[in-house]
């Protein structure tokens, strides 16, 4: 099984403050989801990078995957709020590029932003 | 549509005890697969199936029965359930356009917190 290393596992901002969380691994992933989880409730999609060195944008949210497919990060600009919950990142191993059911994910990145 | 469903939402066994996690989705997805929830060890997969009466086994099987009879239906029984199975679970389900390229989507359950005393 390959493995993913997200880090900072906790991350504690004030409100318009930037951040950025890292996933990495020593193998190759087929391509790399975020999710986002709320207490409670079941990690969301936020996005899948596909391609190596593909930069995807979600408002302020900012993706990218690296050229070798191995690491992936996330840069959050001007944080807000409504940004704080359980950040995850999850990696496709099979070729195919599907992950027929099969994930491996992160430990995730707890982010907390005050107001 | 409900999209994926679990029940129960909370439960607590003593050891050695069995139960059955209930997980159903309606949005007639080949994929469906089982993780659990740890503090500081993000999801692990425990079984996957790929279509009714497909299953394999995870990263962290042990202890973890599935069977998968339906497309709608993946329940996941504990046969004796330990103190180590106490953690959140969740279902989730996905399918795969080959012509949509990688852009599969996994859906998750609200998830079960488990409690083995």
């Known amino acids: 099984t390959q493995l993913l290393e997200q880090s900072p596992q906790f991350l504690s901002i004030q409100e318009g403050e930037n951040l950025t969380v890292y996933c990495n691994s020593s193998?190759?992933?087929?391509?790399l989801q975020w999710y986002r989880q709320e207490p409670g409730e079941g990690p969301v999609l936020l996005v899948t990078?596909?391609?190596?060195?593909e930069v995807k944008k979600l408002k302020r949210l900012t993706f990218q995957f690296g050229d070798a497919r191995k690491d992936s990060s996330l840069h959050i600009t001007a944080a807000q709020p409504g940004d704080t919950g359980l950040y995850l990142c999850a990696g496709v191993e099979t070729a195919g590029g599907t992950s027929y059911g099969k994930l491996t994910f992160g430990q995730g990145t707890i982010l907390t932003v005050h107001p | 549509n409900a999209g994926v469903t679990q029940t129960p939402k909370f439960q607590v066994l003593k050891t050695g005890q069995s139960m059955t996690l209930q997980c159903a989705q309606d949005?007639?997805?080949?994929?469906m697969s089982w993780y659990r929830q740890d503090p500081g060890m993000g999801l692990r997969l425990i079984h996957y199936?790929?279509?009714?009466?497909?299953?394999d086994q995870g990263e962290v099987p042990n202890g973890y029965n599935v069977s998968r009879s339906t497309t709608e239906d993946f329940p996941l029984r504990l046969l004796s359930a330990a103190p180590s199975q106490t953690s959140v679970y969740f279902c989730a389900s996905s399918y795969f356009l080959p012509q949509g390229g990688r852009q599969e989507t996994q859906y998750f359950g609200p998830g079960t917190r488990l409690l083995v005393l």
């Open positions: 193998s190759v992933f087929s391509s």
């Open positions: 949005m007639n997805h080949e994929y």
């Open positions: 199936s790929v279509g009714a009466g497909i299953t």
């Open positions: 990078v596909v391609t190596g060195g």
